[in-house]
C-alpha cells in the first residue's frame, strides 16, 4: 500500500513529483484553495483556466507546469466543487478530491498533499481518501498488459496540524480503512473460479493470522447439514463447491473496560450467482462475481477492529455459497427447513442471497448476540430505488438510524427506507412459514421483511448494497471501476460508535 505521512513543510519548498492543491468553483470562474503558493503563480493559473478546461468541479483532475516558483515537477489540481456557505467544505469531498487526485497520479513515485484541511475531522479525510484512491487491481494482469501503472509510491500530506496527536492517530487509523478496503475490494475483484465458499474461508483464516484477537471457526458442506442450516445447504447444492458458514470471533485485549454488549454482522457471500435453476440472462451475470460483497466487507472490518482493538466483542457470520443449476440444485417451490426451524418455501432460486442470510441471521440469534447488522448485495430492486451509488438501510428504527448517522459520518452514502407491514402478505407461502420471493415491485422492502422473520425481537439493521458494492462505469473519486468495499467504513464506524457509549 502507498506510504503516507504528514509534514508542516511549506508547499513552495518541497521537492516531489507532484503537488496537489485545490480548485473551487466560485461566481466569476476558479479559485486556487490553496495557502502559500506564489501569488502571481495563481493569479496566472487562475487567469488562463477556461482555456485548460479547469473548471474547479468536483472529480476533476488537472495537471500544470509547476515552473521555476516550486520545487515539485508538476502542479496538480484536483476540484472540489462549491463552497458551502460558511466557507467550508465537507469532509467528504476532502476525501474524494484527495482520492480523485492520487488515482490521477499512477506511476508517480511521490505526492505532496496540500488541500484546505483546517480541522482534525477534514484532515482525517484527506489522508484516508488519499489512501483509498491509490489502489490497483492487476492480480490477472501480465506485465504491462494494461498499459496502467503502479500506485503513486509516497505521499505526503501538507499540514500545519502535522505535529498533532490527532493528526498522527487519523493517519493511523487511515492507514487501518484502506487497507480493509482495500482487501474487501480485492475480494470482489478476484476471479470466481479462484474464489469459491472454500478459499473464500481459507482467505479469512489467513487475514485473521494477521492480527491479534480474532478466532475462526469453519463449519463446512457436511457440518452444515449435519447442523440444520438449511439455507447454506439447499443454495449450495447446486455447485460442486460445497457451502461454508465462517464464524470470527473478536474479544478486546484482556486489560481495559469490557464490552457491556455482543454485536454480530452478518454477510452475504454468494462468490458466484446464476440465479440457479432461476437462471439469470447471461449478461446479468458478468458481474456475479460481486455477490459476496457483504462478507468481503464484514471480514475487512473485522481485521480493521482487530487491528484498532476497540472495545467492543463483536462475531461475524459469513455465508458462503455458489448458486449454480444442475442436477443437484434446489427447485422453485421446494421447501426447506432454515437454521432454528422456520420454513421456506423457494419459489425462486435466484433469490437466494436472503436464505443463505436466514442461516446466518438466526444462528447470531441464537448466539444471543443484543443487536445485529447485516449486509448484503440482496436486491436488483435497490438499484431501481436508490441507483448505483446509494446504499438502503432498514431494520429496528433505532438501530437503522444509528447505521444512518455511521455512514454520514464515515462518507458512505446510504438512505433509510421502511419495512411496512402492509407488505409481509407479499411473501406468504401457501405451505410454509414464509416464501424467499414476492412481487416486484417493493422488492428491496419485501426482502427486507423476509429477513426480518428470522431475527425476532433483537436490535436489528439490514444494509443492501447491490448498486454500490461494484462499481461497472469509469472511476471517481477514491473509487476504480470494480470492488468499492462499500460498507467496510460505515461498519466501522458504527462499531466505533458502540464502542465509544
Request: charged share 20%; glycine share 12%.
Given at each position: 500500500?502507498?506510504?503516507?505521512?504528514?509534514?508542516?513543510?511549506?508547499?513552495?519548498?518541497?521537492?516531489?513529483?507532484?503537488?496537489?492543491?485545490?480548485?473551487?468553483?466560485?461566481?466569476?470562474?476558479?479559485?486556487?484553495?490553496?495557502?502559500?503558493?506564489?501569488?502571481?503563480?495563481?493569479?496566472?493559473?487562475?487567469?488562463?483556466?477556461?482555456?485548460?478546461?479547469?473548471?474547479?468541479?468536483?472529480?476533476?483532475v488537472r495537471k500544470v507546469p509547476a515552473g521555476p516558483r516550486l520545487k515539485a515537477d508538476v502542479l496538480v489540481l484536483t476540484g472540489l466543487g462549491e463552497r458551502a456557505e460558511d466557507g467550508t467544505f465537507d469532509p467528504e469531498i476532502l476525501r474524494r478530491a484527495a482520492g480523485a487526485a492520487t488515482r490521477e497520479l499512477s506511476g508517480v513515485?511521490?505526492?505532496?498533499?496540500?488541500?484546505?484541511?483546517?480541522?482534525?475531522?477534514?484532515?482525517?479525510?484527506?489522508?484516508?481518501?488519499?489512501?483509498?484512491?491509490?489502489?490497483?487491481?492487476?492480480?490477472?494482469?501480465?506485465?504491462?498488459?494494461?498499459?496502467?501503472?503502479?500506485?503513486?509510491?509516497?505521499?505526503?500530506?501538507?499540514?500545519?496540524?502535522?505535529?498533532?496527536?490527532?493528526?498522527?492517530?487519523?493517519?493511523?487509523?487511515?492507514?487501518?480503512?484502506?487497507?480493509?478496503?482495500?482487501?474487501?475490494?480485492?475480494?470482489?475483484?478476484?476471479?470466481?473460479?479462484?474464489?469459491?465458499?472454500?478459499?473464500?474461508?481459507?482467505?479469512?483464516?489467513?487475514?485473521?493470522?494477521?492480527?491479534?484477537?480474532?478466532?475462526?471457526?469453519?463449519?463446512?458442506?457436511?457440518?452444515?447439514?449435519?447442523?440444520?442450516?438449511?439455507?447454506?445447504?439447499?443454495?449450495?447444492?447446486?455447485?460442486?463447491?460445497?457451502?461454508?458458514?465462517?464464524?470470527?470471533?473478536?474479544?478486546?485485549?484482556?486489560?481495559?473496560?469490557?464490552?457491556?454488549?455482543?454485536?454480530?454482522?452478518?454477510?452475504?457471500?454468494?462468490?458466484?450467482?446464476?440465479?440457479?435453476?432461476?437462471?439469470?440472462?447471461?449478461?446479468?451475470?458478468?458481474?456475479?462475481?460481486?455477490?459476496?460483497?457483504?462478507?468481503?466487507?464484514?471480514?475487512?472490518?473485522?481485521?480493521?477492529?482487530?487491528?484498532?482493538?476497540?472495545?467492543?466483542?463483536?462475531?461475524?457470520?459469513?455465508?458462503?455459497?455458489?448458486?449454480?443449476?444442475?442436477?443437484?440444485?434446489?427447485?422453485?417451490?421446494?421447501?426447506?427447513?432454515?437454521?432454528?426451524?422456520?420454513?421456506?418455501?423457494?419459489?425462486?432460486?435466484?433469490?437466494?442471497?436472503?436464505?443463505?442470510?436466514?442461516?446466518?441471521?438466526?444462528?447470531?440469534?441464537?448466539?444471543?448476540?443484543?443487536?445485529?447488522?447485516?449486509?448484503?448485495?440482496?436486491?436488483?430492486?435497490?438499484?431501481?430505488?436508490?441507483?448505483?451509488?446509494?446504499?438502503?438501510?432498514?431494520?429496528?428504527?433505532?438501530?437503522?438510524?444509528?447505521?444512518?448517522?455511521?455512514?454520514?459520518?464515515?462518507?458512505?452514502?446510504?438512505?433509510?427506507?421502511?419495512?411496512?407491514?402492509?407488505?409481509?402478505?407479499?411473501?406468504?407461502?401457501?405451505?410454509?412459514?414464509?416464501?424467499?420471493?414476492?412481487?416486484?415491485?417493493?422488492?428491496?422492502?419485501?426482502?427486507?421483511?423476509?429477513?426480518?422473520?428470522?431475527?425476532?425481537?433483537?436490535?436489528?439493521?439490514?444494509?443492501?448494497?447491490?448498486?454500490?458494492?461494484?462499481?461497472?462505469?469509469?472511476?471517481?473519486?477514491?473509487?476504480?471501476?470494480?470492488?468499492?468495499?462499500?460498507?467496510?467504513?460505515?461498519?466501522?464506524?458504527?462499531?466505533?460508535?458502540?464502542?465509544?457509549?
Amino acid at each position: 500500500m502507498t506510504d503516507l505521512s504528514l509534514s508542516s513543510k511549506n508547499p513552495i519548498a518541497v521537492r516531489a513529483d507532484a503537488l496537489v492543491v485545490a480548485t473551487a468553483k466560485t461566481s466569476d470562474g476558479v479559485a486556487i484553495v490553496a495557502d502559500h503558493l506564489p501569488a502571481e503563480l495563481v493569479t496566472e493559473i487562475e487567469a488562463i483556466a477556461p482555456q485548460l478546461g479547469i473548471t474547479g468541479a468536483r472529480d476533476e483532475v488537472r495537471k500544470v507546469p509547476a515552473g521555476p516558483r516550486l520545487k515539485a515537477d508538476v502542479l496538480v489540481l484536483t476540484g472540489l466543487g462549491e463552497r458551502a456557505e460558511d466557507g467550508t467544505f465537507d469532509p467528504e469531498i476532502l476525501r474524494r478530491a484527495a482520492g480523485a487526485a492520487t488515482r490521477e497520479l499512477s506511476g508517480v513515485a511521490s505526492a505532496a498533499l496540500s488541500l484546505p484541511a483546517t480541522d482534525d475531522a477534514a484532515l482525517a479525510a484527506v489522508v484516508e481518501g488519499a489512501l483509498l484512491g491509490a489502489y490497483r487491481f492487476d492480480k490477472y494482469r501480465t506485465n504491462g498488459s494494461d498499459g496502467a501503472e503502479e500506485p503513486v509510491g509516497s505521499v505526503e500530506v501538507l499540514t500545519t496540524l502535522a505535529r498533532g496527536a490527532k493528526a498522527k492517530a487519523a493517519v493511523e487509523r487511515a492507514g487501518v480503512v484502506a487497507h480493509a478496503v482495500h482487501a474487501a475490494r480485492d475480494l470482489v475483484n478476484a476471479a470466481p473460479n479462484e474464489l469459491y465458499p472454500a478459499t473464500f474461508a481459507d482467505a479469512a483464516k489467513a487475514a485473521a493470522k494477521d492480527v491479534k484477537g480474532l478466532k475462526v471457526t469453519v463449519l463446512d458442506d457436511k457440518q452444515l447439514a449435519a447442523g440444520g442450516y438449511g439455507g447454506l445447504t439447499a443454495v449450495g447444492q447446486g455447485s460442486s463447491r460445497g457451502p461454508r458458514l465462517v464464524k470470527i470471533a473478536y474479544a478486546p485485549a484482556k486489560g481495559g473496560a469490557r464490552p457491556t454488549e455482543k454485536i454480530a454482522l452478518v454477510g452475504k457471500g454468494i462468490t458466484f450467482d446464476t440465479g440457479g435453476i432461476s437462471l439469470k440472462p447471461s449478461a446479468s451475470m458478468e458481474t456475479m462475481k460481486s455477490d459476496m460483497a457483504g462478507a468481503a466487507a464484514v471480514l475487512g472490518t473485522m481485521v480493521a477492529v482487530a487491528r484498532l482493538g476497540l472495545p467492543v466483542a463483536v462475531t461475524a457470520y459469513l455465508c458462503l455459497a455458489e448458486n449454480m443449476p444442475s442436477g443437484t440444485a434446489q427447485r422453485p417451490s421446494d421447501v426447506i427447513t432454515i437454521y432454528g426451524g422456520k420454513t421456506v418455501e423457494v419459489l425462486n432460486t435466484d433469490a437466494e442471497g436472503r436464505v443463505v442470510m436466514a442461516d446466518g441471521l438466526a444462528s447470531a440469534v441464537e448466539d444471543g448476540h443484543d443487536v445485529i447488522v447485516d449486509i448484503a448485495t440482496l436486491t436488483g430492486a435497490q438499484m431501481v430505488a436508490l441507483g448505483p451509488y446509494t446504499a438502503g438501510v432498514m431494520g429496528t428504527e433505532s438501530v437503522r438510524d444509528e447505521v444512518k448517522a455511521a455512514a454520514d459520518a464515515a462518507g458512505e452514502l446510504f438512505w433509510p427506507m421502511p419495512l411496512p407491514d402492509e407488505l409481509r402478505p407479499n411473501i406468504k407461502s401457501k405451505v410454509a412459514d414464509v416464501a424467499n420471493s414476492g412481487p416486484r415491485m417493493g422488492g428491496m422492502l419485501n426482502a427486507g421483511l423476509f429477513l426480518r422473520t428470522f431475527v425476532g425481537d433483537t436490535p436489528w439493521a439490514h444494509l443492501d448494497i447491490a448498486g454500490p458494492s461494484y462499481n461497472e462505469k469509469g472511476a471517481h473519486g477514491y473509487t476504480a471501476p470494480g470492488g468499492t468495499g462499500m460498507g467496510v467504513r460505515t461498519l466501522l464506524t458504527f462499531l466505533e460508535n458502540r464502542a465509544a457509549k
